[in-house]
DNA sequence: CCTTGCCGTAACATTTTGTGTTACAGCTAC
DNA sequence: GTAGCTGTAACACAAAATGTTACGGCAAGG
């Protein structure tokens, strides 16, 4: 399955949000979501319940209840998103403890880390620099 | 499994054989290897087999077999690597197409590959940034 | 030239993770 | 109270990474 599609997913819920807002739709239900996502409701339900975690959206209960973004989609960066959905770094280390006898085996896995902790940090700092309004903004482009 | 560890085997592959080539080791077999990693001479093997692949290593066949850099340590970057093993790229698009009858729908995944293109970039960068030569000085330190 | 040791790779088992689906209790506006 | 949607558990399913076994192929050295 590749890569994981969450934070995409969760970026596609809240542009969506973010335009029906603009539209004057006050709230989305979870299935309206799902509709334009073309998934199951579950799967977005999930989705915006980490996003509510974060504190991106808001949700409310009862008849007529619903989705809608909790801040303005230019405040929402996609570093944001990343940090709600919980996403993974891309690299992993070793699945089982390399040989500790070895000194590369003994080694290897703090040099992997700092090496990895910076590729973390380049990719916080590019996704810190697009919102929802951006990427909304240049979906409508096309 | 979390993130895939390629890039993690492959670089302690290529430290253990810049470690062992300045001992005096000319070459080491898969099996030697794979001590080291504490995995199975296979996913070595298979690991090598992509790092040959992209000329970062060579092999010799027959009895007394094995394997050793094709470069210096310092001429190998960690982003040589990330190609040789096939990284994917962190950030995977919809599983399943998106209703295109939808504005968000149709526009998010050009909207998405440009973000995700940059941050794979920023990835590039930070990878190109370290050698297995720092990798083993790092390693060494520990 | 043939034996020996290792490579190269196919085939399959296992594990893990992501995703999809069904079901149902809980909440709130009306 | 009732209708409509949320929140989440439980399970099914699919895909990918990793581990394992097996075996043909190659080349150095006798």
């Given at each position: 399955m590749a890569a994981n599609s969450r934070l995409t997913i969760a970026t596609h819920v809240l542009t969506?949000?973010?335009?029906?807002?603009?539209?004057?739709q006050e709230v989305l239900t979870s299935d309206q979501v799902a509709a334009?996502?073309?998934t199951n409701s579950v799967i977005?339900?999930?989705?915006?319940?980490?996003l509510r975690r974060a504190g991106l959206?808001?949700?409310?209960?009862?008849?007529g209840a619903g989705w809608s973004l909790a801040r303005a989609p230019r405040e929402i960066t996609l570093l944001q998103v990343y940090d709600a959905v919980g996403g993974e770094p891309p690299f992993g280390l070793h699945r089982s403890e390399p040989n500790l006898e070895c000194p590369v085996g003994r080694g290897i896995r703090p040099a992997l880390n700092q090496t990895y902790g910076r590729v973390e940090q380049a990719i916080r700092?590019?996704?810190a620099d697009t919102s929802i309004a951006d990427v909304l903004r240049e979906a409508l482009r096309n």
């Open positions: 969506w949000l973010a335009l029906a807002h603009r539209r004057g334009s996502v073309n977005i339900r999930r989705s915006l319940g980490d959206v808001e949700v409310r209960h009862g008849a700092r590019e996704l």
